[in-house]
């Protein structure tokens, strides 16, 4: 079974400095990888996703993560973090027959004026 | 356009009753899941309806939890006899049929049970 981790749980960064967050993934085959946004009291929204090809996929909002298959990962970057940013982000994986989505524990950003 | 809706946004329960968790998802889309986030964690998968019928209901903790989705449009998430532990908020999605394709989301259904 698939599974996803997101190692950092909060995050705190300063507004206008660059963003990582990390997001490594269990899957036997290639996955497909998504990230989604969760504002307080909003619904989650699609950030972006991999499916095959590039590496390097660009999202809305500014945001790109990388794809490395030899690290089983998928992290998360914006080279300039907004206050509105501020957010709990998922990572997840579909994997198997389904279009199930597999969830990590998710990171809480803060960005400091 | 009008998203993915849930009905009701809170609800609060006494332990042992049973609730009706209602999701409309958006007009044309085949695929609905419903999934549940406890505080402080990542949504869990609980249910798949590809039309009608339950693709795949391998997330639902036990025989307490149901669903149906009866026109292959509207669905009801259905818990009996509640604990303590089913609060949480409950997720609907919804996305057209193919592997991949974007799930849409619901701004989701916070039961408590007390």
């Known amino acids: 079974a698939q599974s996803v981790t997101q190692p950092d749980i909060h995050i705190t960064v300063s507004e206008g400095a660059s963003l990582e967050l990390r997001c490594n993934y269990s899957?036997?085959?290639?996955?497909?990888l998504f990230w989604y946004v969760q504002s307080p009291g909003q619904g989650l929204q699609l950030l972006l996703k991999y499916f095959s090809g590039d590496t390097l996929v660009q999202g809305i909002k500014g945001f790109e993560a990388e794809f490395k298959r030899s690290q089983s990962s998928f992290n998360l970057r914006k080279p300039s973090v907004h206050w509105s940013d501020a957010a709990e982000y998922f990572c997840?994986?579909?994997?198997?027959?389904?279009?199930?989505?597999?969830f990590g524990g998710g990171t809480r950003l803060m960005v400091k004026p | 356009g009008a998203g993915v809706s849930q009905t009701p946004s809170n609800k609060v329960t006494e332990k042992g009753k049973y609730v009706e968790l209602r999701c409309d998802p958006i007009?044309?889309?085949?695929?609905l899941y419903w999934y549940r986030q406890s505080l402080g964690q990542g949504p869990e998968f609980l249910i798949y309806?590809?039309?009608?019928?339950?693709?795949?209901d391998s997330g639902l903790p036990n025989d307490r939890f149901f669903a149906v989705r009866p026109e292959g449009s509207v669905s009801t998430l259905k818990i009996q006899r509640t604990e303590r532990g089913d609060s949480a908020v409950y997720l609907c999605a919804s996305s057209f049929g193919s592997r991949g394709d974007e799930q849409y989301f619901g701004p989701g259904t916070r039961l408590t049970v007390t």
């Open positions: 997840a994986v579909v994997g198997g027959a389904g279009n199930m989505l597999t």
């Open positions: 309806f590809q039309g009608t019928g339950a693709a795949d």
């Open positions: 899957y036997g085959a290639t996955p497909y």
């Open positions: 007009s044309g889309h085949t695929a």
